[in-house]
């Protein structure tokens, strides 16, 4: 499923690099030639064109009705019969190669009452067997993320999760996302060709990643970390590395929607003042990556998506929010680089930031 048109420049541009990704996504899954039917279920009217010069069909969401995942998605079902359905959305998967999908669909294949994804915890796709039977407890999911758990758990479905690494927990929900995937090899030609006529500046990111490959580099990293991505951080660079994990499972939980989040990070800028906040990490790092949303969450606050966007790309003067606003601008003037985004920055952005210095091209004098 591919995500609408906001009104901003920039909303148009993730709407813009979504169906990029969703185009490579369909080329790859066609690729494997084990799918039978490919329904692209949107609310962008422009995928009937697209869809007339490929092999696939564009369900086009009904015009004034509001948007249920789960609803949308068993409707699709039963609408055009799905027995062994495999749903992503169009963005979720942009590092996972033909052979891994050709694995999971072969797994699906072979079983009945299966479910494999990504992540059994918050899902960003699934492939599941005995759909019809799944429909009624699909539609009762308001978003994707626990689609799988809740198959697996309140519905006995033998479940699979794929192992963490950039291919499978690495998405594109933010513009940090963007620019992190812009540095890696493997993305398709679709979101290549239109990440390298982005234009956004990056010096931020390049000196985070400068600093990745240092010998005795500093880094600090904070907010939902994965474990997998600090592993794979401290396997592949010669950092000293500094962590910062707090709320993991906050929205999938329910904390955040019940006003639960709580943060020491949160708690010590509240007593030092975001131009402090950052000082003190410029004395612990010479870089940070900072999953700014459990700062936000923890303070009560959930500013608009392009705030938040504007805010990741460190434009501080278009940034509505007062304290956000004066978050982001204290980031963007910090003595040493700060990186902000959402949860992928400190797992799957971060494993592919760290895939992409290891199939770097080594120099040659």
Known sequence: MVGGWGKSKIERSMAEAHRAAARDLLDTLLKTELIDRVVVATDDPTWRDL???????????????PFHFGRRLAGVIERYGVRRALYSGGASAPLLSVENWQQVLIKLGQAERRITTNN??????????????????????????GLAWVLANKAGWQVDGLPPSAATRFDLDTPTDLLIAQRHPNIGTNLRR?????????????????????????????GRVSEAAWTALNRATHCWVRVFAEERGMRASGRQEHGKVRSLLADYLEIVGTEGFFDEMANLANGLLLDSRVILAARRLWPSKLDRFNSDLHRWEEVDDPFLRRFTQAAAQAQIPVVLGGHSVVAGGLM????SLELKPAEVD
């Open 51 to 65: 869809a007339a010069r490929l092999p696939v069909e564009a369900d086009i969401d009904p015009p004034g009705e």
């Open 352 to 355: 592919a930031l760290i895939e």
């Open 194 to 222: 239109f990440l390298d006529g982005l234009g956004w500046e990056t010096l931020h990111l390049d000196s985070v990643l400068a600093e990745m490959e240092r010998e005795g580099g500093s880094l600090a990293i904070a």
């Open 120 to 145: 059994v915890h918050s899902s960003d796709w699934a492939g599941f067997t005995s759909a019809q039977e799944a429909a009624p407890l699909i539609a009762q999911q308001a978003n994707d993320n």
